[in-house]
C-alpha cells in the first residue's frame, strides 16, 4: 500500500503544465530520432542533455526519459518501411515487419508493432514498478562469467534465427566476430587491425555498418529491378491497421513471452535490447504453431520483437536508479545527464528523491500512452511515404542514411566504411547470406570479448569460473540444450523417415 501511495503520487506530480509539456517533447524527440537512420536513442538523448541545463530535475528528466522509451517506438516504423533499423534492438522488426511492408500490410505491420510496443513497455513499466527493489538484487549476481556465456547463448540462438542455410548463418555470424576485433585491444590497448588508419582505433561503429548492410545494399538490389517492378515503395494501399480478434489472440503470448524477456535482460548490466529481442524472437518462434511463418511476414515474430524491444527499457531503468548502474548505452547518457542535474542515481536515490524517483516511472505510463495515440493516429501518415516514387525516396534515404553515417563522429571516413559495407550487404543478399547475424555479433563481439578475458583475468586463467556460479552454469545449460536438442531431433525425425521406408 505504501509503494501504491507514493506510485500515485508520483503520477499526481506529472500533472503539471510545465512537466506534461516537457513530457510531450521527449517522447516526439524520441520518436523522430527513432525514424531517423544512424540516430537512434544514445544521440538524441546527447543532443537534448546541454538544454537540461537550469532546469527542474523532474521535467528535465521526464524528458529525457521519454527520449529514451520514444525512440523504441520510432525505430519499428523504418524497419517495417524501409528495412533500416535505425539501432541493433531494430534489426530483429525487420525480419517480419519489410516483409508484411512488402505484401502490403504496412498499416498492419506498423499497428502490430505499435500494440506490442505499448503493451511490452506497459507491462513492463508495471514490473518496474512492482519488482525493482527485489530484482535489483538479482542483477548484482551477474559478473564477467555470467555474461559471458549469456552472450555466448544469444550467439548461439542467433546463427539459427534464419530459416536459410545454417552454415551460411554461422559463417556471416564468424564474420560480425572477425569485425568486433577491430580497434584497440579492451586490456591492453594495443591497436589490432587498423591497418594505419586512426579512425578504426575506435573500431567500427555499429550504426555505419548497419546503414551500409542494410539501407544501401537494400537500396541497390531494389534500384537493380526497379524497372522490372516498376517499385512505389514498399506498400500500397491500407487495408486495415488494428488485427483481427484471432490475429491478436495470437499475437497475446508472443507479447507476454515479449514483455518479460525483455524486463528481466534489460535488468542486467550491458545487456540491453538488442540480446533481448533475438532471444524473444527465438523463443516466440519455438512456441509458434506457424514457426514456418518466422521470417516471411509474421505477426508473432513482428509483436514479439517489439514488446521485447520495448520491455527492455523499463529493466534498464532498474540498476540505474536503485544501484546507479546503467544496463543500456541509453541509460549510460541519461546517467550522466542525471548527475549534470545535481543528482545520485542509487540506493539512495529512493529515499533522498523519493517524489522524483517515482515521478519518472509513473511518467512511463502517460508517456506510452502518449506515444501509442501518436502511431495509431499517424499510422496513414507513415505509409503515404511509401506512395513517393522509389526513386525519389532512394535518394531520400540514401541522403539520410549518409547524414547519419557522417553525423556520428563528423567523418567523411565513416561515410566510406557505410559505402563499403552497402557493397558487401549487396552481394550477401545477393547470394543468400543471412545479414543479421553479421550485425548482432559485430555488436556483441566487443562485449563477449571483455567479459571472457575479465573472467579469466580474475580466476588467474581458470576456465573452472565458468562452473562455480549457479547463473552460469544455466546459461551454459541452456546453450547445450539449444545447441544439441534441434540436432536429436533431427536425428530421430530422419530415423522416424527411415523406419517408415524399411516398413513400406
Known sequence: MDYLGLFLGGLKSI?????????????????????????????????????????????????????????????????????????????????????????????????????????????????????????????????????????????????????????????????????????????????????????????????VVALGLFAVAEIMLSLETYHLEQKNGAVGKISKIFPTKQQFKEILPPIRDGSIIGFIVGLLPGAGATIATFISYSFSKKRSKKPEEFGKGSLEGLASAESANNGSVSGAMVPMLTLGIPGSNSTAVLLGGMMILGLQPGPMFFRNNAELAWSVMASMFLGIAFLFALNMFMVHGFVRIMKIPYSILSVIIL???????????????????????????????????????????????GLLEQNLRRALTISDGSYAVFFTSPVSIVMICLTLAAFTIPQLMRLLNRKRGSDFEIGE
Open 15 to 207: 500533472f503539471v503544465p510545465e512537466t506534461l509539456l516537457f513530457l510531450l517533447i521527449g517522447v516526439l524527440v524520441g520518436q523522430i530520432v527513432g525514424i531517423l537512420p544512424g540516430i537512434g536513442p544514445v544521440t538524441g538523448l546527447a543532443l537534448l542533455i546541454p538544454l537540461t541545463f537550469g532546469m527542474d530535475p523532474a521535467p528535465a528528466l521526464v524528458m529525457l526519459t521519454g527520449v529514451y522509451y520514444g525512440s523504441m517506438f520510432g525505430g519499428a516504423l523504418t524497419s517495417i518501411m524501409f528495412n533500416t533499423p535505425g539501432d541493433a534492438a531494430s534489426v530483429v522488426t525487420t525480419f517480419d515487419g519489410y516483409p508484411l511492408a512488402r505484401q502490403g500490410k504496412a498499416g498492419l505491420a506498423i499497428g502490430t508493432a505499435t500494440i506490442g510496443s505499448a503493451l511490452g513497455g506497459l507491462f513492463s513499466a508495471i514490473l518496474m514498478v512492482i519488482l525493482a527493489p527485489f530484482i535489483a538484487r538479482f542483477a548484482l549476481a551477474f559478473g564477467p562469467a555470467e555474461y559471458t556465456t549469456l552472450i555466448a547463448l544469444a550467439m548461439l540462438l542467433i546463427t539459427g534465427l534464419t530459416t536459410k542455410s545454417k552454415v551460411k548463418s554461422a559463417i556471416a555470424a564468424l564474420m560480425g566476430l572477425a569485425l568486433a576485433l577491430i580497434g584497440q585491444d579492451p586490456i591492453t590497448g594495443v591497436p589490432r587491425y587498423t591497418f594505419g588508419f586512426f579512425e578504426l582505433f575506435t573500431g567500427l561503429d555499429f550504426v
Open 399 to 445: 541522403v539520410l542514411s549518409f547524414l547519419g553515417a557522417y553525423g556520428i563522429n563528423r567523418s567523411m571516413f565513416d561515410v566510406f566504411v557505410m559505402g563499403i559495407f552497402g557493397v558487401v550487404g549487396y552481394f550477401m543478399k545477393k547470394n543468400d547470406f543471412p545479414v543479421a547475424p553479421m550485425v548482432l555479433t559485430l555488436v556483441l563481439g
